[in-house]
């Protein structure tokens, strides 16, 4: 019952009389009209000198015609040509279809959300068609991605098609060693562009307690150029002046590192007078050497601000995150989850009982 019901469609039925107008030439209306692209009393004049120039009993023969036709040729049978493309891309059934779909969970997933409708249907292809895909030359393909731009000429070196193995090497060997030297070479080229910035490094030596006496006679011009550079922000000629009585100053020199200076600064009530020193101070002691600590904040904010509590201040959330990146200091405080009970009690009445009387 159910085969019959699979089989007993609406739309099965119009395909095949669709593809029996292919094969016999009979022209029938209601089912011509059910598509616009196609002209009936142009279609029954052109499927007639079709079949009288080019005999064919299915549509796979028919399309076969169409395809090794030229150009020409083939632009005087526009009619039956939209009528075999209509039959050969009508599915007769939704598994094609819902294979795509299902394609496309796998594709188009959290981590490919930004992902461009060009790049989504180019994918999307050689996901489905993968047997069309194995018999195409990965070695042009990849040449042609290298070639593509300098950049990747320098990060890939040298992909050609003619390229073939030493004589002394066996195929499984010399594909190894390629493949290391290219990850080498990838690899040396992502470090060298990753610490290719150190102007924030040169920066803070001149800040650096032990060079001040050196810098009095000499100012490091080249230095404080180069921190501009880095920090436009800053005020170049009121950094240097400061820089200058910093350097005169032998209170400024037993301060060993950038924190001990800042907290001269701010012990003293400096902060207005060294204002651009204070600043450059702020940015090298927060400014972090790698982004590992960046990121183990981030892994932390996933872990806070969970989905039952989407509806966390701004406050709190600091307050938490503060308190789960510094878990080592926090352990060093001494009895601090009493103190905080007792804080948390102290603030206003609160229902439950939190403190008791010895």
């Not at 016999?24 to 000198?49: F, K, W």
């Not at 076969?64 to 049978?77: K, S, T, W």
């Not at 003293?268 to 600043?279: I, W």
């Not at 989407?310 to 959330?317: E, H, K, Y």
């Amino acid at each position: 019952m159910q085969l019959k019901e699979r089989f007993d469609q609406g739309g099965l039925k119009m395909l095949a009389k669709l593809e029996k107008v292919l094969l016999t030439g009979e022209m029938e209306t209601a089912v011509v009209d059910q598509y616009p692209e196609l002209n009936q009393r142009s279609l029954e004049v052109q499927l007639n000198m079709f079949k009288l120039q080019y005999p064919y009993k299915t549509t796979s023969e028919a399309t076969a015609i169409l395809r090794n036709q030229l150009p020409e040729v083939r632009g005087l049978f526009t009619q039956v040509e939209a009528l075999v493309r209509l039959l050969m891309v009508v599915p007769a059934a939704s598994a094609e279809a819902e294979r795509s779909f299902s394609a496309l969970r796998r594709l188009k997933t959290w981590l490919r959300s930004t992902m461009v409708q060009m790049r989504l249907n180019n994918v999307a292809v050689c996901h489905i068609h993968k047997e069309i895909l194995d018999e195409v030359s990965k070695r042009k393909i990849c040449q042609e991605f290298i070639l593509a731009n300098e950049y990747r000429k320098h990060v890939f070196g040298s992909f050609k098609p003619q390229d073939r193995f030493p004589s002394q090497f066996s195929p499984q060997s010399w594909c190894v060693e390629s493949a290391s030297m290219e990850v080498c070479d990838t690899i040396l080229g992502h470090a060298k562009e990753r610490f290719s910035f150190t102007k924030h490094l040169i920066s803070a030596t001149l800040l650096q307690g032990d060079k001040f006496q050196q810098y009095n006679s000499q100012f490091p011009e080249a230095a404080l150029n180069t921190t501009m550079e880095a920090y436009p922000l800053l005020n170049k000629s009121k950094l240097k002046t400061e820089l200058s009585l910093i350097y005169s100053n032998d209170e400024f020199k037993s301060c060993s590192g950038a924190v001990a200076l800042y907290q001269l600064f701010m012990g003293n009530n400096l902060q207005d007078t060294f204002s651009e020193t204070v600043a450059l101070l702020k940015i090298i002691i927060t400014t972090p050497m790698t982004t590992a600590e960046s990121e183990r904040c981030f892994s932390t904010l996933k872990r806070i601000k969970t989905f039952f509590r989407n509806t966390m201040s701004q406050d709190r959330l600091n307050a938490l995150a503060m308190l789960s990146m510094e878990k080592k200091l926090v352990k060093d405080i001494p009895d601090f989850n009493h103190r905080v009970i007792e804080k948390f009690a102290s603030l206003k009445e609160r229902r439950a009982k939190f403190m008791y009387k010895k």
